[in-house]
């Protein structure tokens, strides 16, 4: 039997999950304002918060984190039905004391909806409140991607801090470096290559044996001279002696990823 899927929401998560599974898999997307979300398929739209009729195998519900408990308060869910909610660092039981049939299913993913993911690459951590559940949940999710795993809500917060750590915190010291680069009439494209091969090092070397640059010789020399470069920037100038303190220590202690 085919499942037939509702996703609640509109934004960048819901919109990719959509994408994904596509027509006819989803039935219905329920959104606030059908006016603000153009973005979707206008004959699969609505502003019904009562899904009791419908005849679905799996609702999404992928909003924001600290609206999930709105949406199941507000909404009408049959019991038969299984919601799941896509968050990173919510629990299972946000769902699960209020409903029987419960699971998650979380992209391990950075997304806008106008972004082009590869989704059969795309890490989907799932978990079901019984096997029953679990077994539906693992076949929708492996209808999207081909890197699909069970992960508990303990293991799926552990993970979560790491992505956040790894991705937004990255991006954050890319901001202050695009930001030098900006100031000097310097195109920020030029950090493009050796990024994707500080990443690419990283996670087949590991952390420590892939490290260059000054604070991994203890080249003071340079050092000195790009703390002078950074008096202009004073939050930059702490992250960058923070880090060369770190770097430096790392190498001694020799602790790796």
Avoid: C, W
Wanted: aromatic share 6%; glycine share 4%.
């Amino acid at each position: 039997m085919s499942l037939r899927i509702a996703i609640i929401g509109g934004g960048n998560v819901a919109t990719h999950f959509f994408k994904s599974l596509g027509e006819p898999t989803v039935k219905k997307i329920f959104v606030r304002k059908k006016e603000e979300n153009k973005h979707l398929p206008p004959a699969l739209l609505s502003e019904s918060k009562d899904l009791r009729a419908l005849h679905l195998s799996i609702i999404i519900i992928a909003v924001l984190d600290d609206q999930i408990i709105n949406v199941l308060t507000n909404y009408h869910f049959h019991p038969d039905q299984i919601i799941l909610h896509t968050a990173g660092s919510v629990d299972i039981d946000v769902i699960h004391q209020m409903h029987p049939k419960s699971g998650v299913i979380y992209p391990l993913m950075t997304m806008f909806k106008e972004d082009i993911i590869d989704y059969k690459q795309m890490p989907l951590l799932i978990e079901g409140s019984s096997e029953s559940d679990l077994l539906l949940i693992t076949r929708l999710a492996e209808s999207i991607s081909n890197r699909v795993a069970y992960f508990d809500s303990e293991e799926r917060k552990i993970v979560h801090l790491a992505a956040v750590i790894a991705n937004n915190f990255t991006t954050s010291l890319l901001l202050d470096a695009v930001k030098i680069l900006k100031k000097n009439h310097l195109d920020k494209h030029l950090l493009l290559p050796l990024m994707k091969q500080t990443i690419q090092k990283a996670f087949s070397l590991g952390g420590i044996k892939s490290m260059t640059g000054p604070a991994v010789r203890n080249d003071q020399r340079v050092i000195e001279a790009q703390l002078s470069l950074l008096s202009h920037y004073p939050e930059t100038l702490d992250l960058y002696q923070f880090f060369t303190h770190r770097i430096k220590k790392s190498k001694i202690d020799s602790t790796d990823i």
